[in-house]
């Protein structure tokens, strides 16, 4: 198999190939390798491989698997693989070793699925940009010196680039659906507790972060909801494992009532301005879903843009303190010895002077935007809005400035974080972090499902995602309602692939 054969498949057809015995497994496993060996070095999108492994493992399947010895990446966050490196994008953690398998992993490698090497992520995960002082920058396919976005940059050039066809990722705050969007893939995050965490952790974010994949199409996704999904022994969600996410994309879903809308009600006071190419974007996808019979409406829901920036700002501070308390204690190093990014300390220094009831009061809030979004969905089976207000930026456009970084470190000086959150810290870190992507963070509070759709690309050659958001517990439908825009087209399937796809030697996979 050449490399522009593997790259015209996803997962879905890779496995049936080599069920059908077209491909062995260690053909394809081979190709994918040598590919990532020949090409990651202009992308980034890999920190580590394990290749080695990964044959081993490989040659261990057993012999009818779903996803049958096709490759995947894992995320260098949570996806922990026992007594492997996983770094969290952190110096800090360049040697910390995960002490068992997680959850997740044991259950990709239980339907098939083979894991080759860990992606880019930015430090803790913590930005909607994946540039982490520790490593190198990955690089959207689509368009040399643009960002992938964050923090599922590095999956999504690998995605992208065609070095793996899923690849799996973390949303805590559209961390899956932003990368998407800017790399004209399919992002889909699941409802919350669909995904253990297990067993290292029970909720990230207050149950904020969940995990799936990146991917070129709509069955792959569903394929792999169907085989990573329900809750694990002690999780702290009652969600058992179901089925039917493949069965529900082989149908068209009944006409729909569909709200569109530009987002204004999460984005006022942001600062937030709508590329054109975003508008027309959403718009586009209006006029598709009225032409396949479902109802649109233009509709917001009456949601507080700036309570819920500064809600889910507010544990993000408190959670970043815990996360670096627990680096030291970890790895040995004292709190302020920590190789941390000057950005990620400051902001630690900030969540150290949360009053404990400040954090409590953020979470109580989700509550509303929950139910103002329980009753929207009583009128609108699906919610249609942009994922980000601009394509892709480009690489630095949105990293802190060196003048930034040495300001932040004046949080050292006794007494300043407090001062700084009196002094408005908080709005100015909403205004910083979610100015361009403001639309993403509701569904990760409220614990909706949500998907990025690669339906539009600008004119210089970026794409640009939709976002749709259903009820909790609405994954078939999204599913259902993917599949029949994938099916009507266009679709950033293969034959639309990044025209800056950068193609490894082909001598170099003869020789693999």
């Given at each position: 198999m050449r490399f522009d054969e593997y790259q015209q498949y996803d997962a879905t057809g890779l496995a049936q190939l080599i069920q059908q015995g077209e491909v062995s497994r260690e053909e394809v496993l081979t190709v994918c390798c040598a590919a990532i060996e020949a090409v990651d070095a202009a992308t980034s999108g890999v920190v580590r491989t394990r290749f080695d492994q990964a044959r081993r493992e490989s040659a261990a399947l057993a012999q009818r698997t779903p996803f049958a010895g096709v490759p995947t990446l894992t995320k260098d966050l949570l996806m922990a693989i026992g007594g492997e490196p996983l770094s969290f994008g952190s110096a800090a953690l360049s040697n910390w070793k995960a002490p068992c398998d997680s959850t997740l992993v044991k259950r990709l490698r239980r339907a098939g699925l083979v894991i080759v090497g860990q992606t880019a992520t930015p430090e803790l995960g913590l930005m909607g940009i994946t540039e982490p002082h520790a490593y190198a920058h990955p690089v959207n396919p689509w368009k040399?010196?643009?960002?992938?976005?964050?923090?599922?940059?590095?999956?999504?050039?690998?995605?992208?680039?065609?070095?793996?066809?899923?690849?799996?990722?973390?949303?805590?705050?559209?961390?899956?659906?932003?990368?998407?969007?800017?790399?004209?893939?399919?992002?889909?995050?699941?409802?919350?507790?669909?995904?253990?965490?297990?067993?290292?952790?029970?909720?990230?974010?207050?149950?904020?972060?969940?995990?799936?994949?990146?991917?070129?199409?709509?069955?792959?996704?569903?394929?792999?909801?169907?085989?990573?999904?329900?809750?694990?022994?002690?999780g702290p969600f009652p969600m058992p494992q179901e089925s039917g996410f493949t069965e529900a994309i082989n149908r068209p879903p009944p006409p729909l009532r569909i709200a569109l809308s530009l987002g204004n009600s999460l984005s006022q006071g942001l600062g937030t301005r709508l590329d054109p190419d975003v508008i027309e974007a959403v718009e586009r996808t209006g006029r598709r879903l009225e032409a396949l019979g479902h109802t649109v409406e233009w509709c917001d829901p009456e949601l507080d843009g700036d309570a819920l920036a500064d809600s889910y700002l507010t544990l993000y501070l408190g959670h970043l303190a815990a996360d670096l308390r627990w680096i030291a204690e970890e790895t040995g190093v004292s709190l302020k010895h920590l190789a941390v990014e000057p950005a990620t300390r400051a902001i630690g220094r900030l969540g150290s002077r949360l009053a404990a009831h400040e954090y409590e009061r953020a979470k109580r809030y989700w509550n509303v935007p929950g139910r103002t979004m329980g009753d929207f969905h009583q009128r609108f089976d699906a919610w249609v809005l942009p994922v980000t207000a601009a394509p892709a930026p480009k690489l630095g456009e949105l990293a802190p400035t060196t003048m930034q970084e040495q300001m932040m470190k004046l949080l050292a000086l006794p007494g300043m974080p407090a001062l700084a959150l009196k002094a408005g810290a908080l709005k100015h870190l909403a205004r910083d972090a979610l100015s361009r992507t403001p639309f993403t963070q509701l569904a990760n509070l409220t614990g909706q499902p949500a998907m990025s759709l690669p339906l539009h690309v600008t004119p210089d050659g970026l794409p640009v995602g939709v976002q749709v958001v259903g009820a909790v517990g609405a994954e078939r439908l999204l599913l259902a309602l993917a599949a029949q825009l994938e099916a009507q087209g266009p679709w950033l399937t293969p034959e639309f692939a990044p025209p800056q796809r950068l193609q490894p030697d082909e001598t170099c996979l003869d020789n693999a």
């Open positions: 040399p010196g643009y960002s992938p976005g964050g923090s599922s940059g590095g999956a999504a050039t690998a995605v992208a680039a065609g070095f793996v066809p899923i690849a799996m990722g973390g949303d805590g705050g559209g961390s899956l659906r932003i990368p998407a969007a800017y790399c004209g893939l399919f992002g889909f995050k699941p409802s919350r507790g669909r995904v253990p965490l297990g067993p290292l952790h029970a909720q990230v974010w207050q149950g904020a972060v969940i995990e799936h994949g990146l991917t070129r199409s709509v069955r792959d996704s569903a394929m792999l909801l169907d085989h990573i999904n329900g809750m694990d022994s002690g």
